[in-house]
C-alpha cells in the first residue's frame, strides 16, 4: 500500500459531478489540485448502494466548507461505474445534493496502485488520503470494511499538515504548536 512521502499516483477518471440531465458526468484528474496549488482529500468506500458508505459521503459533503476552506479538493471514489454513482445518487435522498465529484475507478487503475483492494470482490477499503500541492501522500488512513471514518479527524489532520509545523497530540487549528 502507498503511504506517507510517496507520490499519489496521476489519474484521469470519469466522475458524477451533476444530476442534471446533460451535466451528469465529467473527467476529473490529479493535475486540478496541483495546478491549482491545492491540497487534495480522496477517500474511497468499499460499494454504492451500502449501508455504512451513505453516511460517510454524506459526512464528508457537509464538510466540505472546511476543506475548502483550507484550500484542499475533496474526491470520493469507488470502484462502481459513473452510472451506477449516478443511479445511487439519484436514489438515496443522502446523496442528491452532493457537492464534490464521485469518481469511477472501474478499472480499478487508481485503487489497485494504491494498494487498497481487499477480499474476492476487490472492493476498496475505506481508505483516506491527504495529498499535498506537489503530490505527496502526506497523511492516510484506512479502516476495516464496517467502520466508518471520523472527518473531523480528516480535517484536523489537514489544517495540522498545513501549518508546517510539530503539532501535538489531539492539536486543533487555532493552538499552540510545539517549538523546539
Not at 20 to 44: D, I, M, N
Not at 75 to 92: C, E, K, Q
Request: with cysteine; hydrophobic share 40%.
Amino acid at each position: 500500500m502507498l503511504t506517507v512521502g510517496q507520490k499519489f499516483p496521476d489519474f484521469n477518471l470519469e466522475a458524477v459531478v451533476s444530476r442534471e440531465k446533460g451535466k451528469e458526468f465529467t473527467h476529473v484528474t490529479s493535475e486540478e489540485a496541483r495546478k491549482a496549488g491545492k491540497w487534495t482529500v480522496l477517500f474511497f468506500w468499499p460499494k454504492d448502494f451500502t449501508f455504512v458508505c451513505p453516511t460517510e459521503i454524506k459526512g464528508f459533503n457537509d464538510r466540505l466548507p472546511d476543506f475548502r476552506d483550507n484550500d484542499a479538493m475533496l474526491y470520493g471514489a469507488s470502484t462502481d461505474t459513473a452510472f451506477v454513482h449516478l443511479a445511487w445518487r439519484n436514489n438515496h435522498e443522502d446523496l442528491k445534493e452532493l457537492k464534490f465529484p464521485m469518481l469511477s475507478d472501474h478499472a480499478k487503475n487508481l485503487s489497485t496502485q494504491l494498494g487498497i483492494l481487499t477480499g474476492e470482490d476487490q472492493v476498496a477499503l475505506r481508505a483516506t488520503y491527504i495529498v499535498d500541492p506537489a503530490g505527496t501522500i502526506r497523511w492516510v488512513s484506512v479502516n476495516d470494511l464496517s467502520v466508518g471514518r471520523n472527518i473531523d479527524e480528516v480535517v484536523r489532520t489537514l489544517q495540522a499538515l498545513q501549518t508546517d509545523e510539530l503539532c501535538p497530540c489531539n492539536w486543533k487549528e487555532g493552538e499552540e504548536v510545539i517549538h523546539a
